[in-house]
């Protein structure tokens, strides 16, 4: 039986990450994936390949409806190859998983392909094309997540699909309802949304996004029912059938009367739960929350004093990036050092286009807490780059303290956003005024210029192009 420092369950950003640093710290680390490839949900069924979509999506509108404002003329018509779209989505997904067995290779990680499960807190049983046992001194769980469904739908992953089936589809909807307006919803709806069909999108809650910032949310929705997307908000979805290729989905509006959509694919995404099936946790002593979440401390250790847990798999947002830190994090505390995760500065990014980004607290929270603030707003529309681009949709907002001037909470939509909040999330980090920002020279013609005025507005409310 082979023995180890560490093994790490799960090869997505979390553990994958976790692996690495693990060994720059001299240990002998093990990585347990069940599936084939390496990098989990993020890598194959996620982040990566809907990205992917997103962007030759948004060439294939920018052809359709933008080149010729441009001056680009194309002769004959322009036409979606579903099939060639989806081939480059996977070619992408294969070479960013050969990346992360390249660096298992470097980093000399034993990489292990079978389903883990605990036999007791310091032995791991694989069951892979062929079982064996391994010991480690130390666990961590990065198993992650997987679809949330509602009890009354049986998703038949053809018509009534989620994200996984919706990244592999043959054609092109027709109609695609969407039931949950939050992140993969939408991006997903924005895709075929781009490709032609018509989307429908259902929220039981009274806005989309409803854990943003209401700003970007009531700007998301205004700008997407301009790109003829149609969302039934406050509705209550109570029935989801399927007959032959027509998908029927009855709701409930907030005068409780009843809703009828129909269409020919309907995509599940009210969210994602935490994946621990075939873990046998029960085995190694460590405890689940009521939430079906691994139970951790502050330094993401579990029960178990010698098993951690991050990423999905745990409390807190379900993000790519911040499982990876927690990954590092539970790295570093087993080579002795003490490192720390400010999780609300942990940035929170929508791919739709426009993309919208946000870091640090929303005006809700702020008033909710009784916290004394002062809001910076300034319009993309206004900036030279964006008009030069065509990208004028969107807006940046600065919540600061009142008193202090001291960045709270940063909150963006428009182009490049899921770029720019890193600026953001750097003040913060060192805790600047918004004067600190308004006051650093910013390239022009960027769109990192609203940045800097929206920083003018809130610090002094003197902004320089509107």
Partial sequence: MQSFDVAIIGSGPGGYVAAIRCAQLGMKTALIEKYNTLGGTCLNVGCIPSKSLLDSSHHYEDAVNHFEEHGIEIPGEVKVNLEKMIARKASVVKQTTKGIDFLMDKNKVSVFNGLGSFKDATTIHIAGEKSEDITAKNIIIATGSKPASLPFINIDKERIITSTEALELKE??????????????LELGQVYKRLGAEVSVIEYADRITPVMDSALSRELTKVMKKQKIKFYLSHQVNKVERNADTITVTALDKKGEEVNLEGDYCLVSVGRKPYTDGLNVEAA???LTDRGQIEVNEHLQTSASNIYAIGDVVRGAMLAHKAEEEGVMVAEILAGQKPHIDYNLIPNVIYTWPEVAAV???EEELKSAGVNYKSGQFPMRAL??????GDTDGFIK???DAQTDEVLGVHMIGARVADLIAEAVVAMEFRASAEDIARMSHSHPTYAEAVKEAALVASENRPLHI
Avoid: D, F
């Fill in 172 to 185: 092109i909807p027709k109609h695609m309802i969407v039931i949950g307006g939050g992140v993969i919803g």
């Fill in 285 to 287: 002593g460590v405890k």
């Fill in 360 to 362: 640090g607290k929303t």
């Fill in 384 to 389: 030279g780059r964006s008009r030069a681009s």
């Fill in 398 to 400: 600065i919540l600061a």
